[in-house]
């Protein structure tokens, strides 16, 4: 049994008054086999996080939200899905004040950003404990899991000044990879709740932007200069309507291009880790 | 002058506590049994239940017009106070006062039922609780009871073991809900657990023992009872399992001495001497003096008001086992008339200066019989558990006795015990299945594991075959 359960309980209950001449025994041993009151195999758990803030980032800051279906096959062995929505995602306030006194811009490679994506991981219990609490016993475990997925990424363009918000740009979907650790608390009979800290891990440098590469992008720039983004010439994927039209407030999508060009030329690819702690809910069907 | 009681008395529920009036109005003592009943009513009128015992008594007693009004708000009085002495054994002498409506005729039925089990008058018992049908709201207190009076060896006739079984699975089958409904069904399944015992269906027993509710007031009993068809099943480990579980300090309000026995009888089964005999000393040395000190108030027969204090004076109290006293006073009919104490000191702190006339003897009346009342009950209970006790402890010489005889075998054939144990290895310990889980036990006492203990012990005797068979 547990260290916080041990102090509990001899804070409530005070000195054992019954001396057991058994406990000494070599000849006699007790284990206790307690039904668990709150089975997890074979059932289904849907846990929700709605506000998740990534933790130590560097050039980036995100806030996503997931929802994670887990279905535990055995007592210490489940299987998440796990999709996430950023919410919020934007240059930190260390790449800002980089930028904003030193004009000096975090690489391209450095500012990706995660926007969507999803998860799949085995998970794994392999502590479990209980404590008292609130006159009950909430029964917990320790659980590990990794994995990988598929996530929406994107870059920012022009951060958010008095022309108008920050826009972005999508540089595409990528291998997502994920890893953790957390305590899962069981509540009553079917409720849950979570806190576990995980790590999305992606790859990869800038090569195009909206899908358009620097051969596109360079056409796209040639026509802005001329006066009008037509997208003749550029391929198939590149999303030329990323770049027309303004904003709502009034900046011209096609002032992108040239920063787009930029990051795309810039070479270079990075490990890019959204460390995020997880406070869920759950409930278990 | 008396028809402006109930008015005087109604007034007084208003307000804090009965009216100065009251006292006023009776000072005179009724004289027939009307008056009686009139007095009662408006001591009822003015939330004084406890005190209105005396004069309804006295009417429900007398036959006349008066007599059908009394048992009435007698059965009423008894209702609300839950109170399971005087009323009861006041119907139980007068079978000739009879309510009037057929809700309170049913309770009659049971409170006469219940007194004359409880005195021994089986058939009669049985006659009565016959009376009370299915689908009353008492049906299942008093086909609880029927089932105690059917499987009883001293009923007439003899134990009808079948129909208790009957009688005990319709209580538990009734899904009633509230507190009364619950505590009832876990006594049929205790009830049901010693039946199956009883008739060695031993599987069944301690199934039936198992599904005692854990937040009942008889589950530590059901606890330690259900180590025997464990043990008499070949369950060692289990009966040893169950017997742990009543150390467990949660359980410090239960007396539950004969768990120790059996836990020492399972010992000696395996010729565990030296564990056998550690129980049997920590057993001697706990309830020996406690033993000594219940046979001499047994013996003594203190007053009622010291016999009382026994269980309401936290000094007194001392004097017996720390288990007994709580587990005394939660006995049911114990519990009813420390209650009646309470209510009627409460009464009387609510009468308060008003109070000169005929409540105030009213109320000394009743307080008097309650505490002689409670004081017997408690007094009986006290006999009963000194030759417990006794029997338990002459149990404990006895199995001492063959722990030595068996110690004296086991060097008589040169057997070395000590070594012999250590050449054996503790047998392992069961794993349970995928939905349980395994806990170690460490000292700590978890209240949700209580109970689900199992142990593994080694056999010390020489060969399998010189098991002693005590089963």
Same mark, same amino acid.
């Given at each position: 049994?547990?260290?916080?359960?041990?102090?509990?309980?001899?804070?409530?209950?005070?000195?054992?008054?019954?001396?057991?001449?058994?406990?000494?025994?070599?000849?006699?041993?007790?284990?206790?086999?307690?039904?668990?009151?709150?089975?997890?195999?074979?059932?289904?758990?849907?846990?929700?996080?709605?506000?998740?803030?990534?933790?130590?980032?560097?050039?980036?800051?995100?806030?996503?939200?997931?929802?994670?279906?887990?279905?535990?096959?055995?007592?210490?062995?489940?299987?998440?899905?796990?999709?996430?929505?950023?919410?919020?995602?934007?240059?930190?306030?260390?790449?800002?004040?980089?930028?904003?006194?030193?004009?000096?811009? %975090?690489?391209?490679?450095?500012?990706?950003?995660?926007?969507?994506?999803?998860? %799949?991981?085995?998970?794994?219990?392999?502590?479990?404990?209980?404590?008292?609490?609130?006159?009950?016993?909430?029964?917990?475990?320790?659980?590990?899991?990794?994995?990988?997925?598929?996530?929406?990424?994107?870059?920012?363009?022009?951060?958010?000044?008095?022309?108008?918000?920050?826009?972005?740009?999508?540089?595409?979907?990528?291998?997502?990879?994920?890893?953790?650790?957390?305590?899962?608390?069981?509540?009553?009979?079917?409720?849950?709740?979570?806190?576990?800290?995980?790590?999305?891990?992606?790859?990869?440098?800038?090569?195009?932007?909206?899908?358009?590469?620097?051969?596109?992008?360079?056409?796209?720039?040639?026509?802005?200069?001329?006066?009008?983004?037509?997208?003749?010439?550029?391929?198939?994927?590149?999303?030329?309507? %990323?770049?027309?039209?303004?904003?709502?407030?009034?900046?011209?999508?096609?002032?992108?291009?040239?920063?787009?060009?930029?990051?795309?030329?810039?070479?270079?690819?990075?490990?890019?880790?959204?460390?995020?702690?997880?406070?869920?809910?759950?409930?278990?069907? | 002058?008396?028809?402006?009681?109930?008015?005087?008395?109604?007034?007084?529920?208003?307000?804090?506590?009965?009216?100065?009036?009251?006292?006023?109005?009776?000072?005179?003592?009724?004289?027939?049994?009307?008056?009686?009943?009139?007095?009662?009513?408006?001591?009822?009128?003015? @939330?004084?239940?406890?005190?209105?015992? &005396?004069?309804?008594?006295?009417?429900?007693?007398?036959?006349?017009?008066?007599?059908?009004?009394?048992?009435?708000?007698?059965?009423?009085?008894?209702? @609300?106070?839950?109170?399971?002495?005087?009323?009861?054994? /006041?119907?139980?002498?007068?079978?000739?006062?009879?309510?009037?409506?057929?809700?309170?005729?049913?309770?009659?039925?049971?409170?006469?039922?219940?007194?004359?089990?409880?005195?021994?008058?089986?058939?009669?018992?049985?006659?009565?609780?016959?009376?009370?049908?299915?689908?009353?709201?008492?049906?299942?207190?008093?086909?609880?009871?029927?089932?105690?009076?059917?499987?009883?060896? @001293?009923?007439?006739?003899?134990?009808?073991?079948?129909?208790?079984?009957?009688?005990?699975?319709?209580?538990?089958?009734?899904?009633?809900? &509230?507190?009364?409904?619950?505590?009832?069904?876990?006594?049929?399944?205790?009830?049901?657990?010693?039946?199956?015992?009883?008739?060695?269906?031993?599987?069944?027993?301690?199934?039936?023992?198992?599904?005692?509710?854990?937040?009942?007031?008889?589950?530590?009993?059901?606890?330690?009872?259900?180590?025997?068809?464990?043990?008499?099943?070949?369950?060692?480990?289990?009966?040893?399992?169950?017997?742990?579980?009543?150390?467990?300090?949660?359980?410090?309000?239960? /007396?539950?001495?004969?768990?120790?026995?059996?836990?020492?009888?399972?010992?000696?089964?395996?010729?565990?001497?030296?564990?056998?005999?550690?129980?049997?000393?920590?057993?001697?040395?706990?309830?020996?003096?406690?033993?000594?000190?219940?046979?001499?108030?047994?013996?003594?027969?203190?007053?009622?008001?010291?016999?009382?204090?026994?269980?309401?004076?936290?000094?007194?109290?001392?004097?017996?086992?720390?288990?007994?006293?709580?587990?005394?006073?939660?006995?049911?009919?114990?519990?009813? &008339?420390?209650?009646?104490?309470?209510?009627?000191?409460?009464?009387?702190?609510?009468?308060?200066?008003?109070?000169?006339?005929?409540?105030?003897?009213?109320?000394?009346?009743?307080?008097?019989?309650?505490?002689?009342?409670?004081?017997?009950?408690?007094?009986?209970?006290?006999?009963?558990?000194?030759?417990?006790?006794?029997?338990?402890?002459?149990?404990?010489?006895?199995?001492?006795?063959?722990?030595?005889?068996?110690?004296?075998?086991?060097?008589?054939?040169?057997?070395?015990?000590?070594?012999?144990?250590?050449?054996?290895?503790?047998?392992?310990?069961?794993?349970?299945?995928?939905?349980?889980?395994?806990?170690?036990?460490?000292?700590?006492?978890?209240?949700?594991?209580?109970?689900?203990?199992?142990?593994?012990?080694?056999?010390?005797?020489?060969?399998?075959?010189?098991?002693?068979?005590?089963?």
């Amino acid at each position: 049994m547990n260290l916080l359960g041990a102090i509990v309980l001899a804070a409530v209950l005070g000195a054992d008054p019954a001396t057991d001449p058994l406990a000494s025994s070599p000849n006699v041993q007790y284990r206790v086999l307690e039904p668990k009151p709150f089975p997890d195999a074979l059932r289904h758990e849907l846990v929700i996080s709605p506000l998740v803030p990534q933790v130590g980032s560097t050039f980036t800051t995100h806030w996503l939200a997931s929802l994670t279906y887990t279905f535990h096959a055995t007592e210490w062995l489940g299987l998440r899905v796990q999709p996430f929505y950023v919410w919020q995602a934007q240059r930190s306030r260390f790449s800002s004040e980089l930028l904003s006194r030193v004009r000096q811009d %975090a690489a391209a490679a450095s500012s990706v950003m995660l926007k969507d994506g999803v998860v %799949a991981a085995p998970e794994w219990t392999p502590i479990r404990g209980k404590f008292t609490a609130f006159g009950g016993t909430v029964r917990y475990g320790f659980l590990l899991f990794a994995g990988a997925g598929v996530g929406g990424t994107e870059i920012e363009l022009k951060t958010s000044d008095a022309l108008g918000p920050a826009t972005y740009g999508s540089t595409g979907t990528r291998l997502v990879v994920t890893g953790g650790a957390g305590f899962r608390m069981q509540l009553g009979s079917r409720f849950t709740v979570r806190l576990e800290v995980q790590d999305l891990i992606h790859w990869g440098s800038v090569t195009r932007v909206d899908g358009c590469d620097a051969a596109d992008l360079q056409i796209l720039v040639d026509q802005h200069t001329a006066g009008q983004v037509t997208g003749a010439g550029v391929s198939g994927q590149c999303n030329v309507d %990323a770049f027309r039209g303004t904003t709502a407030g009034g900046y011209d999508r096609g002032n992108d291009l040239g920063v787009a060009l930029g990051k795309v030329n810039e070479g270079g690819s990075d490990t890019l880790q959204v460390v995020g702690v997880y406070l869920g809910f759950g409930v278990e069907l | 002058m008396r028809r402006l009681l109930p008015l005087v008395g109604l007034l007084a529920c208003a307000s804090r506590g009965p009216a100065p009036d009251l006292a006023a109005l009776s000072r005179v003592p009724p004289r027939t049994p009307a008056e009686a009943l009139e007095l009662g009513q408006s001591l009822q009128a003015a @939330r004084l239940d406890g005190a209105s015992l &005396g004069p309804l008594r006295t009417a429900a007693a007398a036959p006349g017009p008066a007599q059908e009004a009394a048992v009435e708000a007698l059965l009423g009085a008894q209702s @609300r106070l839950d109170e399971q002495l005087l009323v009861p054994a /006041f119907l139980a002498a007068h079978p000739e006062a009879q309510p009037g409506s057929a809700e309170l005729r049913e309770r009659a039925l049971l409170l006469r039922g219940l007194e004359a089990q409880r005195t021994g008058a089986l058939e009669l018992a049985e006659s009565l609780l016959r009376r009370i049908p299915p689908q009353s709201n008492l049906a299942a207190r008093a086909r609880y009871a029927l089932a105690i009076v059917l499987s009883d060896p @001293r009923r007439p006739g003899g134990p009808r073991m079948q129909a208790a079984l009957d009688e005990l699975q319709a209580v538990l089958a009734d899904g009633g809900g &509230g507190r009364d409904a619950r505590e009832i069904r876990a006594l049929a399944q205790l009830a049901l657990g010693r039946l199956l015992y009883g008739l060695r269906d031993d599987a069944a027993s301690a199934a039936a023992y198992d599904r005692v509710p854990r937040d009942a007031r008889v589950w530590p009993e059901s606890l330690f009872e259900r180590g025997y068809p464990r043990f008499r099943a070949g369950d060692d480990g289990g009966a040893l399992g169950t017997l742990h579980a009543t150390r467990a300090p949660q359980l410090r309000d239960s /007396f539950l001495p004969e768990a120790r026995i059996l836990e020492a009888t399972v010992l000696f089964h395996a010729c565990l001497y030296r564990e056998t005999r550690g129980v049997l000393d920590g057993l001697t040395a706990g309830y020996r003096p406690l033993s000594e000190r219940l046979a001499a108030l047994a013996e003594r027969r203190p007053s009622s008001a010291e016999e009382v204090a026994l269980l309401t004076d936290p000094g007194r109290r001392a004097a017996l086992d720390p288990g007994l006293g709580p587990a005394l006073a939660a006995e049911p009919r114990i519990a009813a &008339g420390l209650r009646l104490l309470r209510t009627l000191e409460a009464e009387r702190t609510r009468v308060g200066a008003a109070g000169e006339g005929e409540v105030l003897q009213q109320l000394d009346r009743v307080q008097e019989e309650a505490l002689q009342a409670t004081a017997q009950e408690i007094h009986a209970r006290i006999v009963e558990t000194a030759a417990a006790l006794r029997d338990l402890l002459e149990q404990a010489d006895v199995l001492r006795f063959e722990t030595t005889r068996g110690e004296t075998e086991l060097l008589d054939a040169d057997v070395d015990q000590r070594k012999l144990l250590a050449a054996r290895p503790l047998p392992p310990l069961p794993t349970g299945g995928p939905a349980d889980e395994r806990w170690r036990v460490d000292g700590e006492w978890w209240a949700d594991e209580i109970g689900h203990a199992r142990a593994t012990l080694k056999n010390g005797c020489p060969a399998p075959q010189a098991t002693p068979s005590v089963r």
